[in-house]
């Protein structure tokens, strides 16, 4: 559990700095751009594997309850709610078109999505960590780019040609994940 809380700490953290402008700028100004990407990298993937290490050691260790979701009527919820995540997360990086700009910050979408559909199935100590660690990090993200002012891409009329992709490439990566996710991640979606 260490591991995972110090991964946490770690992603988040460094995620969180992007968000304290002056405190992001005087570390640029510090240490110059391409060191302060390289050091942003190093401790993002340092952090994700942290997660991924932490989390894998949890699991084999057992999971601790702390509640039992009632996943007849979570399920349904949960996968619609991960195949939106996988349509935003496609949104991010697709050309402009009515989803994206009506989503605003799709990847912060995206990762608010996946983060609660995990929660709704998942009543483990180590799920509510890791799914609502992300959870509350998408919707400060999220707050603090609204008191910024960056509202994300301008409104677009009617759906284009790109949203239907959006919709496509999501879809397909949604099934493909449904599909796999037990190979890739170990265990069976119920």
Same mark, same amino acid.
């Given at each position: &559990?260490?591991?995972?809380?110090?991964?946490?700490? $770690?992603?988040?953290?460094? !995620?969180?700095?992007?968000?304290?402008?002056?405190?992001? *700028? =005087?570390?640029?100004?510090?240490?110059?751009?391409? *060191?302060?990407?390289?050091?942003?990298?190093?401790?993002?993937?340092?952090?994700?594997?942290?997660?991924?290490?932490?989390?894998?050691?949890?699991?084999? =260790?057992?999971?601790?309850?702390? +509640?039992?979701?009632?996943? =007849?009527?979570?399920?349904?919820?949960?996968?619609?709610?991960?195949?939106?995540?996988?349509?935003?997360? *496609?949104?991010?990086?697709?050309?402009?078109?009515?989803?994206?700009?009506? $989503?605003? !910050?799709?990847?912060?979408?995206?990762?608010?999505? +996946?983060?609660?559909?995990?929660?709704?199935?998942?009543?483990?100590?180590?799920? &509510?960590?890791?799914?609502?660690?992300?959870?509350?990090?998408?919707?400060? /993200?999220?707050?603090?780019?609204?008191?910024?002012? /960056?509202?994300?891409?301008?409104?677009? /009329?009617?759906?284009?040609?790109? /949203?239907?992709?959006?919709?496509?490439?999501?879809?397909?990566?949604?099934?493909?994940? &449904?599909?796999? !996710?037990?190979?890739?991640?170990?265990?069976?979606?119920?």
């Amino acid at each position: &559990m260490t591991l995972l809380i110090l991964g946490l700490v $770690l992603f988040l953290g460094i !995620h969180t700095l992007t968000t304290l402008r002056s405190t992001r *700028a =005087a570390a640029i100004g510090r240490l110059g751009e391409g *060191a302060y990407k390289g050091l942003y990298s190093l401790v993002s993937a340092a952090g994700l594997v942290l997660i991924v290490w932490g989390f894998a050691s949890y699991r084999s =260790a057992g999971y601790i309850q702390i +509640w039992n979701p009632p996943v =007849a009527i979570f399920h349904p919820i949960a996968l619609a709610l991960l195949w939106f995540a996988f349509v935003a997360l *496609a949104a991010a990086y697709s050309p402009p078109g009515k989803i994206k700009a009506v $989503l605003r !910050h799709p990847m912060l979408v995206a990762v608010k999505a +996946w983060a609660l559909s995990h929660l709704l199935v998942n009543g483990d100590l180590g799920s &509510m960590l890791l799914f609502g660690g992300l959870l509350a990090w998408a919707v400060y /993200d999220r707050i603090s780019l609204k008191r910024r002012g /960056d509202m994300g891409p301008p409104p677009v /009329d009617g759906f284009k040609p790109a /949203d239907a992709i959006v919709i496509v490439i999501g879809t397909v990566g949604y099934v493909a994940v &449904m599909w796999l !996710h037990e190979s890739l991640i170990g265990v069976a979606v119920r």
